[in-house]
């Protein structure tokens, strides 16, 4: 039985179509990834498959239960992680987690238990009987995943999980992650980070606005774009551009400015074309920090698929709206 299967799912805001007939096949266990920009339609998906939103055309099952004509079934075995964190600021971390888990029915002894055990394992038991309106963002991400399990659910959605997170506390979700899918639990996750899909998914669908571009595994979706991929760094960011032009000429080939100023990336149909742009960059006198040959990134295959990057795309705006408000 397949965790979740959609066929054709729209969902539409007035004259804007949000979800513009979506195919999706997640097997049980493990991490499925929806990977997209900002309002490419990834909450008004998850949102969709959760019950919280009507699905205007299409179908859609979740552990086999039909969303439309079973949505009380399908809320019993599913939970979501939105992008904001659903906890009462007034009271404890510990306080939140007794009055969840007195909502799904435990009683007092229990819950109390049920909560310092959580707390626990989400190495929030120090912070528990603080205020949450005194954690940091990390830690009331944390208590929102470990509030999502009070009950452990056989599928739960991850709505970009580490929006605004600093590197220590992504890392802390990401093996909050992976530790839920070693208990068995499925997880669907949306995400807008190219290094979050690259760390976690085990199958990824590529979503642009509306519609499913690719999927397959990263390794699949990397050589979908080329054989490889030559990643190169000067030593003096000035000398960038000029060093995007030799390599063009040489390789014949698009060359990629990535984030970093002092970075560039270019795609090789043929690997041993690599060995002709050392040779041409020392000749053109740019010295080189890095010089490595490797596959293409995921940031890479989402330009090569919709000729823009996936964390940047000022037409999604109008979209994004849509999706915020659904929220």
Same mark, same amino acid.
């Given at each position: 039985?397949?965790?979740?299967?959609?066929?054709?799912?729209?969902?539409?805001?007035?004259?804007? +179509?949000?979800?513009?007939?979506?195919?999706?096949?997640?097997?049980?266990?493990?991490?499925?990834?929806?990977?997209?920009?900002?309002?490419?339609?990834? +909450?008004?998906?998850?949102?969709?498959?959760?019950?919280?939103?009507?699905?205007?055309?299409? @179908?859609?099952?979740?552990?086999?239960?039909?969303?439309?004509?079973?949505?009380?079934?399908?809320?019993?075995?599913?939970?979501?992680?939105?992008?904001?964190?659903?906890?009462?600021?007034? $009271?404890?971390?510990?306080?939140?987690?007794?009055?969840?888990?007195?909502?799904?029915?435990?009683?007092?002894?229990?819950?109390?238990?049920?909560?310092?055990?959580?707390?626990?394992?989400?190495?929030?038991?120090? /912070?528990?009987?603080?205020?949450?309106? +005194?954690?940091?963002?990390?830690?009331?991400?944390?208590?929102?995943?470990?509030?999502?399990?009070?009950?452990?659910?056989?599928?739960?959605?991850?709505?970009?999980?580490?929006?605004?997170?600093?590197?220590?506390?992504?890392?802390?979700?990401?093996?909050?992650?992976?530790?839920?899918?070693?208990?068995?639990?499925?997880?669907?996750?949306?995400?807008?980070?190219?290094?979050?899909?690259?760390?976690?998914?085990?199958? $990824?669908?590529?979503?642009?606005?509306?519609?499913?571009?690719?999927?397959?595994?990263?390794?699949? $979706?990397? /050589?979908?774009?080329?054989?490889?991929?030559?990643?190169?760094?000067?030593?003096?960011?000035?000398?960038?551009?000029?060093?995007?032009?030799?390599?063009?000429?040489?390789?014949? +080939?698009?060359?990629?400015?990535?984030?970093?100023?002092?970075?560039?990336?270019?795609?090789?149909?043929?690997?041993?074309?690599?060995?002709?742009?050392?040779?041409?960059?020392?000749?053109?006198?740019?010295?080189?920090?890095?010089?490595?040959?490797?596959?293409? @990134?995921?940031?890479?295959?989402?330009?090569?698929?919709?000729?823009?990057?996936?964390?940047?795309? @000022?037409?999604?705006?109008? @979209?994004?709206?849509?999706?915020?408000?659904?929220?």
């Amino acid at each position: 039985m397949l965790a979740i299967e959609t066929r054709g799912l729209v969902k539409r805001f007035g004259q804007t +179509t949000a979800v513009d007939g979506i195919d999706l096949a997640v097997e049980t266990g493990g991490v499925f990834g929806v990977l997209g920009p900002n309002g490419a339609g990834k +909450t008004t998906t998850i949102r969709m498959l959760a019950t919280l939103l009507r699905i205007d055309d299409g @179908s859609a099952t979740v552990l086999g239960h039909d969303v439309t004509r079973e949505p009380g079934t399908v809320r019993s075995k599913v939970a979501l992680t939105g992008q904001f964190a659903a906890l009462d600021e007034d $009271l404890t971390g510990h306080e939140n987690m007794v009055l969840l888990a007195r909502l799904y029915g435990f009683s007092w002894s229990a819950a109390r238990k049920r909560a310092t055990k959580l707390l626990e394992a989400f190495e929030l038991d120090e /912070a528990g009987q603080r205020s949450v309106k +005194t954690y940091s963002g990390g830690m009331r991400r944390r208590l929102d995943i470990a509030a999502s399990i009070v009950v452990t659910p056989e599928l739960i959605f991850l709505d970009e999980p580490t929006t605004g997170l600093d590197p220590r506390s992504r890392n802390q979700v990401w093996e909050i992650v992976r530790s839920l899918v070693a208990g068995g639990t499925t997880v669907l996750l949306t995400t807008q980070y190219l290094d979050e899909a690259d760390q976690l998914a085990d199958r $990824l669908a590529v979503i642009d606005r509306g519609k499913v571009i690719a999927e397959g595994t990263t390794g699949e $979706l990397k /050589a979908s774009v080329g054989a490889g991929a030559l990643h190169v760094r000067v030593i003096d960011a000035a000398q960038r551009a000029e060093a995007a032009a030799v390599l063009g000429r040489v390789l014949a +080939t698009d060359v990629v400015l990535e984030s970093d100023p002092a970075s560039l990336t270019a795609r090789l149909p043929d690997p041993d074309l690599a060995a002709a742009a050392l040779p041409a960059l020392q000749q053109a006198r740019i010295p080189i920090a890095t010089f490595a040959l490797g596959q293409p @990134s995921l940031d890479e295959v989402f330009l090569a698929l919709t000729g823009h990057h996936a964390e940047s795309d @000022s037409d999604s705006d109008q @979209s994004d709206a849509y999706e915020r408000s659904a929220s």
